[in-house]
Structure formats: structure tokens, C-alpha cells
């Protein structure tokens, strides 16, 4: 995962890569195998003081106004390929909150934030399996 930070929105691209001729298509849970029926891309924020506290994100349209009913959703992708590399771009993401203030100094208020990335597996029955995540390092929202 790569995450870019631009002036005031933040630009995820991920590369997601099968290292074997024979992608995966069961994933373990509790020791059973069940079959893979889709996998899909979960982005979310949370706080820096408190990893479980997730913090809502939401795609700005491309003439940069806040699509408030459009926060970000799991995107689906494609099942994985043998030795082949997925490139997905998640473009335009803002945390719905920021360090109050919006000050380009330091404050004792400063709020740090993270980015998490998670590959996730969906199983013919219907629940939602982590398979990697990513978590990025701390930075201020403004």
C-alpha cells in the first residue's frame, strides 16, 4: 500500500499480488475451508489514541466538493490471477473530522490519525474474513 498525502485529501493505491500459480480460492475459518466468492478492498480511518475508534471517510467529487452521502464503501475486486499485480486507486478520500483549529502550527490539541487498508475475503455464506491489513503511520488531519 502506498498512501499519498495532497493538500487537503488523501490518495491510496494499493498493489495487490498472487506470488503463486494458484491463487487462492478457500480461506481457513475455525479450521473449516470455505470457498472464496469475492474479495473486496475496506478503507477506513481511525484514531491514533485509540485504534478501535474508527473515524469516517468520504470520497470528494472530482471538482473537489464533499460528497457527504458517499462515504467510502468496500470495493470489490477481482478474484486474483496467477503472478499478476491488481493496481487499485482510491482517489480523493477526507476524514470527516480534523484537529479543530486548523492551524499549520503544533498544539498541544493535535489529533493523529491513520489510515487502514484490509483485504478482505467474502464466503459463500455470507461473512466478511480480514486476509491482510495495513495500517499507515500517524499524521495530523487539517
Known amino acids: 500500500s502506498f498512501i499519498n498525502h495532497k493538500r487537503n485529501h488523501t490518495e491510496i493505491t494499493v498493489h495487490i499480488e498472487c506470488h503463486s500459480d494458484h491463487p487462492p480460492v ?42 457527504t452521502s458517499h462515504l467510502i464503501q468496500p470495493c470489490v475486486l477481482e478474484m486474483l490471477r496467477p503472478r499478476k499485480v491488481q493496481n487499485v ?3 480523493r478520500l477526507q476524514f470527516v473530522k480534523s484537529t ?5 502550527i503544533r498544539t498541544p490539541k493535535q489529533r493523529y490519525y491513520r489510515l487502514v487498508v484490509r483485504l478482505m475475503a467474502v464466503t459463500g455464506d455470507g ?8 495500517i499507515s503511520d500517524r499524521f495530523i488531519v487539517r
Request: glycine fraction near 6%; include cysteine; hydrophobic fraction near 40%.
Open 26 to 67: 478457500f480461506i481457513s475459518v475455525n479450521g473449516v475451508w470455505k470457498p472464496i466468492s469475492q474479495l473486496q478492498l475496506a478503507i477506513c480511518g481511525v484514531k491514533d489514541e485509540d485504534l478501535a475508534e474508527e473515524v469516517e471517510i468520504m470520497q470528494m467529487e472530482s471538482d473537489r466538493r464533499k460528497a
Open 89 to 91: 486507486v482510491v482517489p
Open 100 to 104: 479543530d483549529g486548523n492551524q499549520k
Open 127 to 134: 461473512p466478511v474474513h480480514v486476509v491482510q491489513s495495513y
